[in-house]
């Protein structure tokens, strides 16, 4: 494998990015805009019922954030002309076919100009509804690779997604391929048509039957059905990452930031010497980019995989994150609306769902005690929160019911495809300084402690 120069490759480049204003592709964007400020247009496709919707959302979820700060200062008075320049905003919706770009103009534009896709366009929500988990995560892709397939000048098509669609399987998770039919729970012969058409079936039975519990419905049978037979149907070039704020933003380990700096965690479920695996998001964008120029003039048709994590090359454990924030809020601890300092201890660890059930019904038992034990002129008061705990109850294991296979996760994911092209960047003397991926050099201390956690308590802390 030889790479060209990736500055040289992405120079006069016309570029189609899915989920325009998610978190890796904001930083996709950014990241061309600043290093290649010649090439020639990102195509930015965006849920929007009209292109005054899509510039609002350009100002308000892109570039008006602090990730431009850099480029802002680059370009001065200049950023909003060059961002103008450089862009084209694309309304539409990737869960419909011809990605639900109404501008027939506008398709047969992106349908000549496009050199490469990038679909990052995905919904990371655990407990979203399976009619819309199924038309964002996998019919979406069919509609982009159909899309694909009418551009006259594309190179390559980059499909990405979290590692995490492996499954709850156990071991060393190889960079291989599904096939379509495969399925995660061992089964033959999945048939995503049939899935759709069951969806429509109950979708339909519930708007006869006047419903108003749709949501919850398909959400809840969505959870298990998705994790037994869910399948991503990418062809081409697929990027695996792993989890992190590059995936989930606040849902998963910045969750855990964010209730432990307030004062809020008394217990983790979990695993302590399982391993996380982390990647700093910068680095999976720069994996993007490098795989992207390395299979853009290959001629066969090719189906790699690299899985971008660190679970093998440089392994952090659960319990390497619960010290890592332990240290940080004792030495800089949040100051709550009070303007007081939120003190934090260490946490009571469980180590499976029984302790954890155990332990909730414990509380459980003794704030209704305490609830028992108040002056009955309250009474009325007290009912309301007795309501108001038991919902906050079913919610919270609700919650540990939909983590649990990530918070149990017991495999780790090879990385060899991205060592190989890792090697193949460095040897073909291509720009690695400016797209640098390789996790074993980070000190997760250093990390976490310096840069990580105070980006959460930065901008995810309200």
Known sequence: MELESILHFLEDKSILVTGAT?????????????????????????????????????????????????????????????????????????????????????????????????????????DERYDVALGINTFAVKHALNFAKTCFKLKVFVHVSTAYVSGERVGLILEQPYHLGD???????????????????????????????????????????????????AKHIRIYKGHGRDAFGARTVDSLAVAYGKGKLTCFLGELKAVVDVIPADMVVNAIIVAMVAHANQTSDVNNIYQVGSSVSNPMKYGDLKEYGYKYFTKKPWINKDGKPVK??????????????????????LLLKGLELANTAFCQYFQGTYLDLNRKIKHVMRLVDLYRPYLFFNAVFDDMNTEKLRIAAKESGVEIDLFYFDPQLISWEDYFINTHIPGVVKYVFK
């Open 183 to 233: 399925s995660l729970n061992g089964a033959s012969g999945l048939d995503i048509d049939a899935e759709e058409r069951l969806v429509e079936e109950k979708l339909d039975e519930l708007q006869r039957l006047g419903s108003s519990r749709t949501r919850n419905y398909t959400g809840h049978e969505g959870v298990g059905h998705q994790q037994g037979k869910g399948v991503w149907m």
């Open 22 to 126: 998610g978190f890796l592709a904001k930083i996709f964007a950014e990241k061309i805009l600043r290093v290649q400020p010649n090439v020639k247009k990102l195509y930015l496709l965006l849920r929007a019922a009209d292109t005054k919707s899509a510039i609002q959302r350009l100002h308000n979820e892109i570039i008006g954030k602090d990730l431009f700060r850099l480029l802002k200062e680059k370009k001065g008075p200049n950023f909003i002309s060059f961002i103008s320049e450089k862009t084209s905003l694309v309304p539409g919706d990737i869960s419909q076919e011809d990605l639900g770009v109404k501008d027939s103009n506008l398709r047969d534009e992106i349908r000549n100009q496009i050199d490469v896709i990038i679909n990052l366009a995905a919904t990371t929500n655990f």
């Open 344 to 365: 934090v201890g260490k946490v009571t660890v469980l180590s499976n769902m029984a302790s954890f059930r155990r332990y909730m019904t414990i509380r459980y038992l």
